[in-house]
């Protein structure tokens, strides 16, 4: 079983303002946390066809975030590339 990502930790790492929880920058480090979990969940499990499609929804979801912070703030979209070490 892969392990469980620290929620707060990455929160705490990517958020804006002290309070911020929901931002798009924190939304897209989550989305990559749980998204890297699932990629070794599928390695070992290949024939598991709910768990891809739920892989799929979330790629399909950072991308619709990363679009939108590129638009909104384009420095803060290279940072958040650039510190989750995402293709930009």
Known sequence: MAKKIDKQSVIKEHQI??????SADVQIALLSGEIEQLQSH?????KDEHSRRGL?????????LLKYLAKDDAKRYEKVVKKLGLKA
């Open 56 to 64: 799929l929804k979330m790629v399909i979801k950072r991308k619709r």
């Open 42 to 46: 599928l390695k070992k499990n290949p």
């Open 17 to 22: 303002s002290a309070s911020d929880t929901g």
